[in-house]
């Protein structure tokens, strides 16, 4: 059983950072990948970043590229999220997500959900 738990959501404003954990507990069948996915008001979920739980490689979508970076703690079993020069459409809840490592974009597991506002 593999559990996702997020941590570290909250309110800034515009321009601001924010820091967002992911904590990964159980067992993954072959190479996969964590990653973030989110949900703005009234819009689908979408792809934020993922990263190779192995390699470390980072991936984004172009949305978020060069203002967040992904990175990972094997010793802690945690991924971390670095959100800078926040806009208030990055305003969604965050969700972070399990994937096979060739279909990142498809996870097979999911957190809860954790609340990030950027006010303007």
């Known amino acids: 059983q593999v559990q996702l738990v997020e941590s570290g959501g909250g309110l800034v404003e515009t321009g601001g950072s924010l820091r967002l954990s992911c904590a990964a507990s159980?067992?993954?069948?072959?190479?996969?990948?964590l990653g973030w996915f989110r949900q703005g008001p009234g819009k689908e979920r979408e792809y934020v970043a993922h990263i190779g739980w192995i390699s470390g490689n980072p991936y984004y979508d172009d949305s978020v590229k060069g203002r967040f970076t992904i990175s990972r703690d094997h010793a802690k079993s945690t991924m971390t999220l670095e959100m800078n020069t926040l806009k208030s459409e990055d305003t969604a809840v965050y969700y972070c997500a399990a994937s096979p490592l060739g279909d990142a974009r498809r996870p097979l597991h999911w957190g809860q959900g954790i609340q990030v506002t950027v006010s303007s």
């Open positions: 159980g067992s993954f069948l072959g190479p996969y990948a």
